[in-house]
């Protein structure tokens, strides 16, 4: 089943030999219109849609297992991928270049705020006082940088525009992009034995020295002093601006040598990302959000895809592409085992209704996790519910 739009059978050179028969024109002027408008109409509606994918180097890549996941990948109608080599350039380098070679879209995906082993100043302090370099929240791996700290703002603006000087690289990607979750998805709180009705003090950033002298400096408020600070509507504004600041910045010095940037994100941005993570993304620069709208996390069902990215075109009203996350069950056969989310997402007959639920809501196409992930029942699904979008 050829779901690409058929080049010899639309040929552009056949309309411009029907645009300048002017003995035709002048005789079939209105009929000739309407029907390059048809044509016109026809190849839109059946342009491919967009699909990336979510994949990192891990210890077994090599050049040639990345040239065959690429190529599967990509006859099973993929359209870009969105890789993870973290900040190592000639990594990235070698995946861009096969990447491009096959036709692919190249995102350089990138861990923002996530980083280990970097100066302890740099580091966010929890309402606790404690700071992520010595403590963290849920994982050891939580070890959030500041993003407030202008050494950290400098660093990671230098990786990521070294990153954007590789030639085949399109995007840069930011991944955690945002504080820790003050409030995690409903469907973690078994997982991490908590109950979170209200925001989690330990996973509560950032109260350094200068983050809190910024906000009483901005606001007249001394944060620490506040009986609850989750209550303190200016505070969570504040750190919110903080992440649209940052990332503007950064999209202008990745702008700036001609690259584009786009980000994984929290679904919402208003009824998930801006208070669990101060993802106030719809004010963010950049070229193209990348909402992980993964059902299983928030204990929702398929259908709640498509509502929450119909919330996610209107924020950005329209005018920036969101690619609709979609997170793939690969035991799928044993989903009712799987107690964890992270190791749960969408079963083949499901993946149906969250693709034609994201496009119908105005998606400008999906990105999937993973493509390991995807089972041959899953590629088969989405390959016909692609072929039916594309056609109408
Ligand atoms: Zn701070």
């Keep these: 089943m ?6 010899k059978k639309h040929s552009p050179n056949k309309c411009l030999i029907f645009i300048f028969n002017k003995k035709f024109m002048r005789r079939n002027a209105i009929g000739v219109l309407s029907t390059l408008f048809l044509w016109v109409l026809s190849i839109s509606s059946m342009a491919q849609i967009p699909v990336y994918v979510w994949q990192g180097w891990d210890k077994n890549t090599t050049e040639q297992s990345l040239k065959d996941d690429f190529s599967t990948w990509k006859a099973h109608g993929v359209t870009g991928v969105c890789f993870n080599t973290g900040f190592d350039v000639d990594k990235a380098r070698v995946a861009a270049k096969i990447a491009k070679s096959l036709g692919l879209e190249y995102h350089a995906w990138m861990p923002c705020m996530l980083h280990a082993g970097l100066p302890a100043s740099w580091y966010a302090v929890n309402r606790l006082g404690e700071s992520a370099h010595d403590v963290q929240a849920y994982v050891p791996h939580y070890t959030f940088l500041d993003p407030h700290n202008k050494e950290v703002q400098a660093w990671l603006i230098e990786q990521y525009c070294k990153m954007a000087a590789i030639p085949e690289v399109d995007y840069v990607q930011l991944d955690y992009i945002r504080y820790p979750d003050v409030i995690l998805a409903r469907g973690l709180w078994d997982k991490y034995g908590l109950v979170m009705n209200e925001e989690y003090p330990k996973a509560d950033y950032c109260y350094c ?20 600070p989750s209550k303190c509507k200016k505070w969570a504004q504040f750190r919110c601006d903080i992440i649209t600041d940052f990332v503007n910045k950064l999209a202008a010095a990745v702008h700036a040598q001609g690259k584009k940037v786009s980000a994984d994100v929290f679904p919402g941005p208003r009824s998930y990302a801006t208070w669990m993570v101060r993802q106030e993304w719809n004010k963010w620069k950049i070229d193209a959000f990348f909402p992980m709208n993964y059902n299983d ?34 035991d799928w056969r044993n989903k009712e085992k799987l107690v964890d989310p992270e190791y749960s997402g969408l079963l083949p007959s ?13 998606a400008a196409g999906i990105s999937l996790f993973t493509p390991h992930s995807m089972t041959d029942e899953h590629w088969e699904a989405l390959s016909e519910t692609l072929s039916k979008l594309e056609k109408k």
């Design 350 to 362: 499901e993946i149906d209704e969250a693709v034609r639920g994201s496009m119908k809501a105005g």
């Design 297 to 330: 996390f928030y204990l929702e069902k398929a259908s709640w895809v498509g509502k929450v990215t119909r919330e996610e075109v209107k924020s950005v009203k329209g005018k920036i592409p969101v690619y609709s996350g979609l997170f793939i069950c690969k």
């Design 209 to 228: 020295d200068d983050c809190v002298a910024a906000f009483k400096a901005q606001t007249g408020i001394d944060i620490r002093k506040v009986k609850d």
């Design 2 to 7: 050829c779901r690409k739009f058929d080049l």
